[in-house]
C-alpha cells in the first residue's frame, strides 16, 4: 500500500472510530495505527515472513540431490522425507518395510543429531507406503523407535517411491 493510501485509510479509520466511540481525533488515530500495526504484523506472519534464521543441514553422502536433509527455523526442524537408503549412499537396504523402516530412523537418528535434537523431538509422521498390506510391518518398526508417547502420524497409499523404496517417512521436529 503506498503512503497516500494508507494515510487515507488510517484517517477514514480514525474519524469512523471517534465517531463512535466518542473518544478524541488523536485517541482515535492512536488506536488505528495500533490497529493498522497490528494486521501487518498478522500478515507477515500469515505471509511466511520470519526473522528467525534457517539453517539448512545436508547430508553429504546425497551428492549432487537437490534438496536439504533439514531445514531448522527456530526450535522447528523441517525433516525432509527419507527412504531405507544404506548410510552414506543413495543404495536402499534390502529386505523391504522393515529394514527400510528400521533405516529411515537410523538416518533420521543422524540428521537430528547434526542439528542438535533427537527422535524424541519428532512431533509429527507422515508415511508413503508402496503396498498397504505391509502397514502391520512397518507399524511394528515404528512402535520400537517410539516407544512411549508417538507423534501424530499420517499414513498414505501410494504407487512408486524414489530408488524403488517400498517406503517413504517424513517428520517434522521441535527442539524441547
Known amino acids: ?3 497516500v493510501a494508507h494515510s487515507s485509510v488510517r484517517r477514514r479509520l480514525a474519524r469512523r472510530h471517534s465517531r463512535r466511540a466518542g473518544g ?3 485517541d482515535s488515530i492512536g488506536r488505528s495505527r495500533l490497529a493498522l ?4 504484523a498478522g500478515f507477515a506472519l ?3 515472513a520470519s526473522a528467525e534464521p534457517r539453517i539448512f543441514d545436508r547430508d553429504p553422502s546425497l551428492g549432487d540431490l537437490p534438496f536439504s536433509s533439514a531445514v531448522v527455523v527456530g526450535d522447528t526442524i523441517y525433516l ?12 536402499v537396504v534390502e529386505g523391504g518395510v522393515g529394514p527400510e523402516t528400521r533405516q529411515i530412523f537410523e538416518n533420521y537418528k543422524a540428521t537430528l ?3 542438535g535434537a533427537s527422535l524424541d523431538d519428532i512431533v509429527k509422521c507422515t508415511v508413503f507406503l508402496d503396498d498397504m498390506g505391509r502397514f502391520a510391518e512397518m507399524n511394528a518398526v515404528y512402535k520400537e523407535y517410539f ?3 508417538k507423534p501424530a502420524r499420517s499414513t498414505f497409499g501410494v504407487d512408486g517411491l524414489a530408488l524403488g523404496a517400498a517406503l517413504e517417512i517424513e517428520c517434522l521436529a521441535v527442539r524441547r
Request: avoid cysteine; charged fraction near 15%.
Open 113 to 115: 543429531a547434526r542439528v
Open 1 to 3: 500500500m503506498n503512503t
Open 80 to 91: 525432509s522425507g527419507e527412504i531405507g537408503r544404506a548410510p552414506g549412499s543413495t543404495t
Open 147 to 149: 516407544p512411549g508417547d
Open 46 to 48: 500469515a505471509s511466511g
Open 24 to 26: 478524541t481525533h488523536f
Open 37 to 40: 500495526q497490528a494486521f501487518a
